[in-house]
T-cell receptor
């Protein structure tokens, strides 16, 4: 158990819909990262937050947005969903933005 | 930009040694990580190199050459449970980890 909690674990929805994925980092970790992993693909970096502020952005679509709240949990919002958005979405956290990333179990999104 | 290359697939025999290579080109470098990922599961940390040389941790070792943009992960005494994907990742600015596509290792009896 990495200490990073993601909900929901599984989500099935339809094209055009909007979903929110939630992540609680390890106790004490200030940095939160979101990654997307499509079937048989590598981990694609989406976005990073540090203590509530956006720190780095990757290939995140405009239909996607994220935020980190004062209690350090983070949410990833995916809107106008398309079939190609079906993937595993991982959240990870690290202490003070350095060193090893600890990954949650992921949220598996299926868009039908 | 950043580019990380590693072989797509490898096979090996139980009890043997396997070396998984990774080459990278990045605009910033704060270290190189190796993660293991079983299908459908979360990646788990294996090793971290920030200085040139070899880091050994049990059956797993990782090597880094910053001047060559090259790393490898060495797995000894392979076990069936080592069948997994091995992800090479480079840490750039703000500890953002950029991952390679991963190497799928199949260990056969």
């Amino acid at each position: 158990d990495s200490g990073v909690t993601q909900t929901p674990k599984h989500l099935i929805t339809a094209t055009g819909q909007r979903v929110t994925l939630r992540c609680s980092p390890r106790s004490g970790d200030l940095s939160v990262y979101w990654y997307q992993q499509s079937l048989d693909q590598g981990l694609q970096f989406l976005i990073q937050y540090y203590n509530g502020e956006e720190r780095a952005k990757g290939n995140i679509l405009e239909r996607f947005s994220a935020q980190q709240f004062p209690d350090l949990h983070s949410e990833l919002n995916l809107s106008s969903l398309e079939l190609g958005d079906s993937a595993l979405y991982f959240c990870a956290s690290s202490a003070a933005g350095i060193g090893e990333l600890f990954f949650g179990e992921g949220s598996r999104l299926t868009v039908l | 930009g950043q580019n990380i290359d590693q072989p797509t697939e490898m096979t090996a025999t139980e009890g043997a040694i396997v070396q998984i290579n990774c080459t990278y080109q990045t605009s910033g470098f704060n270290g190189l990580f190796w993660y293991q990922q079983h299908a459908g599961e979360a990646p788990t940390f294996l090793s971290y190199n920030v200085l040139d040389g070899l880091e050994e941790k049990g059956r797993f070792s990782s090597f880094l050459s910053r001047s060559k943009g090259y790393s490898y992960l060495l797995l000894k005494e392979l076990q069936m449970k080592d069948s997994a994907s091995y992800l090479c990742a480079v840490s750039g600015g703000y500890n953002k980890l950029i991952f390679g596509a991963g190497t799928r290792l199949a260990v056969h009896p």
